[in-house]
């Protein structure tokens, strides 16, 4: 296929390396501020694998800068140059990469093909919903009309376990607030906790508040004395975290649990403990269990999100 932009002045550019969907928005929201048209494209339909899932998005500045991802960064360029036609034209459009696409050029792994919707944003209003929704830590939703080429912003309820995908002819893609960690003791396995999690940009606050505990929200419970961890774990179970780990041994946890059940809590509420924490050990060093526990952690958000 001839590339449209072999004459083209404007040459897209990938002006953002990122893939947090709030990130993705707030570029929408940039670009619009600065007076400049903007396409916000979403990953819409899979055929077969892809490196992606359903809701992912990329956004498209009319000046060529982007950011996001679609794939696994092998079409993002092409994608930025369908979206720059898209602004340029005023007219929403699809892209299909991989199998069946004009772009034979581009293959995906093992023969799949990925749907893409290219919306030209016309109004941030829904734009600005979800991100006011975000920083009050509320889900939201994007649904996508692609029949009358518009967004809106829905709500979407905490307890709601939905996912980004199609409801009959309008795609949503979901909004969940950003992972919080809820780290309480201190010393050096907290240090380098703060460390790893800072380095992948997760927000931790140090101790229990139940205010800021919700359902994106991880409790790690750092203590080496039991009386001190004790009277925190009682709040812990009774929050909305989806996760609560704890340091020590099997022992340890045995012991944790009889003093749990004195306090009348159930098996099942007991059984929610990660203990030993963290996804691989046992660790003997503050930085192993660091990433042993954030591993823990994420791969338990992402059972949580896809189920």
């Known amino acids: 296929m001839n590339n449209p932009f072999n004459d083209a002045q404007i040459q897209p550019f990938c002006a953002l390396v990122e893939d947090d969907a709030t990130a993705i928005l707030q570029f929408v929201e940039g670009a619009l ?40 960064g092998c079409v993002e360029a092409i994608v930025a140059q369908e979206a720059l036609l898209a602004i340029a034209a005023n007219r929403d459009r699809q892209l299909r990469l991989g199998k069946g696409s004009a772009y034979f050029d581009i293959v995906l792994p093992c023969g799949s093909s990925i749907l893409l919707a290219i919306h030209v944003v016309r109004q941030r209003e829904p734009i ?32 709601a376990q939905r996912c980004s995908g199609w409801d009959d002819d309008v795609f949503v893609t979901v909004y969940r607030p950003g992972l919080r960690l809820v780290v309480c003791g201190t010393g050096q396995e907290a240090t380098m906790l703060a460390r790893i999690a800072g380095a992948l940009g997760i927000e931790m606050v140090s101790g229990l508040d139940l205010e800021p505990v919700d359902r994106s929200s ?48 159930a098996e099942e509420q007991i059984a929610a403990i990660r203990a030993p924490i963290g996804l691989f050990g046992p660790t003997r060093d503050a930085r192993s269990l660091a990433v042993s526990i954030v591993a823990e952690i994420l791969s338990l958000r992402n059972i949580s999100v896809s189920q």
């Open 128 to 159: 600005r919903q979800v991100l006011a929704a975000h920083h009050r830590r509320r889900a939201a939703g994007l649904a996508y009309d692609p029949v009358e080429c518009r967004l809106t912003a829905i709500a979407l309820s905490e307890d």
């Open 218 to 265: 991880a409790i790690v419970m750092l203590y080496h004395d039991l009386d001190r961890e004790t009277r925190l774990l009682g709040d812990a179970l009774r929050s909305a975290a989806f996760y609560i780990g704890c340091l020590g041994s099997l022992k340890t946890h045995q012991q944790r649990c009889s003093r749990l059940r004195e306090q009348g809590f």
């Open 33 to 72: 501020t600065a007076g400049q048209g903007c396409a916000l494209v979403t990953l819409v339909d899979i055929g077969g694998s892809a490196a992606r899932s359903l809701g992912a998005q990329m956004a498209v500045a009319e000046d060529g800068a982007y950011c996001g991802f679609v794939s696994g």
